[in-house]
């Protein structure tokens, strides 16, 4: 498909085998020659109405595979997960970009970094696809549970803290990680855009709370999440930000993390919300 200016794109459902499930992304690929300012990729993207979008340019350093710019209706963001790993199996499934064959793994140049994704392939081609964070792990800080629940319609008694406060966590974008007491707790959580901007700076500027619990025995996952920002929408599936999580919770255990220094868990989230991600 192409859009009037001759624009060549993509749609695909991300963290999901399953249409119209998971996160949606839509990839737009601008050919060499051709520009867009951030204000005209932005309209774009608000014309998806996707959680992102992004925009595939020749890189500037040939030895790499494209430049990607991510765009929420909203904003301009360094790094996002989905959007990398969306982008990643659409140029797999396409076999080139740029004239370049597409092989076992792609290099994006993004805001935050380089961002190299090696390519998942089953017997029908590209199944998936998986990334390597531009950026360590880091935390910049923690916020009261009062204002980290009111944001996200619950109380502080429904925070666990016993493991960590609630943190701003972070490998390339920063997200508010709170853990939360129970299932139901998880289920009745809900956005709640005036009290991002009334609680603490760093809440305001992070405007993104990541909440999760850890899933019962028997369980399917090890982990269901929700993410929730101040622009009022809740996300389906948020790599960058279980990245985040994955890295917190290494940090704070060692003993879960495996002979190959690697955590390794399966995370629901967009359950709630009928979009269920893996």
Do not use: W
């Amino acid at each position: 498909m192409a859009t009037g200016a001759g624009i060549a794109f993509e749609t695909i459902d991300v963290f999901t085998d399953t249409a119209c499930g998971g996160n949606p992304l839509g990839v737009c690929f601008l050919p060499a020659g051709v520009e867009l300012s951030a204000a005209q990729m932005l309209k774009i993207t608000a014309e998806f109405n996707y959680s992102e979008s992004t925009f595939v340019m020749p890189p500037a350093d040939p030895a790499h595979t494209a430049r990607v710019r991510i765009f929420t209706p909203a904003t301009e963001v360094p790094f996002a997960g989905h959007p990398n790993v969306g982008t990643a199996a659409v140029l797999a499934r396409r076999g080139e970009c740029f004239g370049k064959p597409i092989g076992e793994e792609v290099v994006f140049e993004e805001e935050a970094g380089l961002v190299p994704v090696r390519i998942q392939r089953g017997e029908g081609g590209a199944v998936g696809a998986t990334l390597t964070a531009p950026q360590p792990f880091a935390v910049s800080g923690t916020l009261e549970c009062a204002e980290v629940a009111a944001a996200i319609g619950l109380t502080s008694a429904d925070i666990r803290t016993d493991s960590h406060a609630p943190t701003v966590a972070s490998v390339g974008l920063p997200f508010v990680v709170a853990e939360l007491s129970s299932r139901e707790a998880l289920e009745r959580s809900r956005n709640v855009v005036a009290e991002f901007s009334s609680g603490s700076e760093q809440l305001e500027t992070v405007g993104k709370i990541l909440c999760y619990i850890r899933a019962d025995d028997g369980d399917s996952v090890d982990i269901r999440a929700r993410m929730f920002t101040k622009r009022g929408n809740e996300d389906p599936a948020t790599g960058s930000a279980n990245c985040a999580l994955l890295g917190l919770l290494a940090s704070l255990d060692s003993s879960t993390v495996d002979a190959t220094e690697t955590l390794r868990l399966r995370i629901a989230q967009g359950v709630e919300m009928g979009r269920p991600s893996l």
